[in-house]
């Protein structure tokens, strides 16, 4: 009996142990580095969170055999560029997407009184605080920013948060700086592109459509120059100059890709790849 007596409590303990070993949050997977995290965007189809250099073969030969739109066996120029653009146009519009969903919020941070409508002194008031935010920066820098995972945005539309942004937004005659005169100019023709009613006041549709331009605007210049540079890439992959592209020109891309990714060298990519160092400026 006593042997029975001394044993309960330990069979008492042990379930709540168990129980506390399994109410216990599993270790956190850390997250990618961002040369890694913007690999997986691309090549992790599957979603597991790694891609071994096998798999990652197979997925650049199902490309390579939809980018050649002919069928002949070989990828031409056009038919390289299309493929790129093609995928490029699917971001645009989903970064796009993004950009306009977010739009109502900044409006209605605009709209001080809340009666629907932006009057002049409400945006006025707005492009005081940025001139005061632009002279902070100015004088003590940008704040350092964790390192985002990839700009996904392909359109990466400048924000009054940052000196080159600023400097793209209200630097128009391109001397580098911004003074008063040349921002309040900016201000005001922004304010006339939206009140294209001459109004005086913008509603959200003003708003938005404005915005929709500028929008439009910087995607069909991110294609432009991505056209140019996916021509430029279709050159210097095309080793022997015949206008054709076999599959082992086309990988010698994907290897560095990879590797580059790959930077324990251990044939996967995954959240175990630390950063990568900054490749060597060209001399």
Do not use: C
């Not at 690999?39 to 055999?65: I, K, M």
Request: aromatic share 8%; no cysteine; net charge negative.
């Amino acid at each position: 009996m006593r042997k029975f007596l001394s044993a309960a409590p330990l069979l008492l303990v042990i379930p709540f142990v168990s129980h506390a070993q399994a109410q216990r949050p599993a270790a956190s997977t850390p997250a990618p580095a961002p040369t890694v995290a913007a690999f997986l965007e691309q090549f992790d189809d599957a979603g597991t969170g790694s891609v071994a250099w096998d798999r990652f073969v197979a997925f650049r030969q199902q490309r390579y055999a939809q980018t050649d739109e002919n069928g002949d066996g070989v990828v031409n120029e056009d038919e390289y560029v299309n493929e790129y653009l093609a995928r490029l146009d699917a971001r645009l519009e989903k970064a796009r997407a993004g950009h306009v969903a977010q739009t109502r919020t900044r409006f209605d941070a605009l709209d001080a009184d809340k009666d629907g409508q932006v009057s002049r002194a409400e945006f006025d008031a707005v492009g005081e605080r940025t001139w005061t935010g632009y002279q902070k920066l100015l004088a003590e820098g940008e704040p350092r920013r964790a390192t985002s995972s990839r700009s996904s945005d392909p359109l990466r539309m400048p924000t009054s948060h940052s000196l080159a942004g600023m400097l793209e937004i209200y630097d128009r005659d391109g001397d580098g700086r911004i003074d008063l005169a040349e921002f309040e100019q900016v201000r005001r023709e922004m304010f006339a592109a939206a009140d294209g009613a001459g109004k005086g006041r913008l509603d959200f549709a003003d708003y938005l459509g404005e915005f929709e331009d500028r929008l439009d605007r910087r995607a069909a210049s991110v294609r432009e120059a991505a056209a140019q540079q996916a021509r430029l890439r279709f050159k210097a992959l095309d080793t022997d100059r015949d206008g054709r592209m076999t599959f082992a020109e086309y990988q010698v891309s994907g290897k560095r890709l990879f590797d580059r990714a790959d930077s324990n060298g251990d044939g996967v990519v995954d959240a175990r790849d630390p950063e990568p160092a900054p490749a060597a400026p060209a001399r």
